[in-house]
C-alpha cells in the first residue's frame, strides 16, 4: 500500500471513529419510546390508608428529534381526579420543564434526570411537590408519584399502549 492509500485510509477510519464516537456521547432521548397514546389504571393511595383503583389516559407528543415533550395525563377514582399537561425539554440527560393541573389551579416546574428507558423527576409547585419516576419499556409504561404535603401518599400507575 502506498504512503498515500495508507495516509487516506487512516483518515477514513479516524473519520469514521469520530463519528461513531459522538454518536455514543450524545444520548438517545428517552421522551421517543414515549410517543403516542396510552391508557391503563393503577392505584392512588392516601395518608389514612385507604387506597382508590385509578383510570387513566395519557399522549405524549414528541417534537424535534425527541428533545420536547407535551404530555396530558387525566386519572380519575371514584373520589379523585388530576388533568395534568406538562412541557418539558431534554438536553444530554437533563430534562427540565413546567406543568399545571387543571382541577386544583396549580402548576410549577419539573426538573431531573433521564437516560435510556427511565425518568427521574421532581415536580415543584406553590402548593404542591412530589418525585416521579417513570419507565417505558416497548408497549408499557410504569409511573410513580410520590407527592409531598397533601393527604395523597402515593400514585402507582401501568398504562399500555394503544
Known sequence: MSGSNL?????????????GSAALAAPA??????AGTWSGGGVLSTSDGQQEQLRCRAAYDVAGSGEQLRLNLTCASASYKFDLASEVEYHGGAIRGSWTEASRNASGTLSGRAAGDHVEAAARGDSFSANLSLTTRGGRQTVSIQPQGTNITSVSLALNRR
Open 7 to 19: 495516509t487516506r485510509t487512516a483518515m477514513l477510519l479516524a473519520s469514521l471513529s469520530l463519528a
Open 29 to 34: 432521548s428517552p421522551f421517543v419510546a414515549m
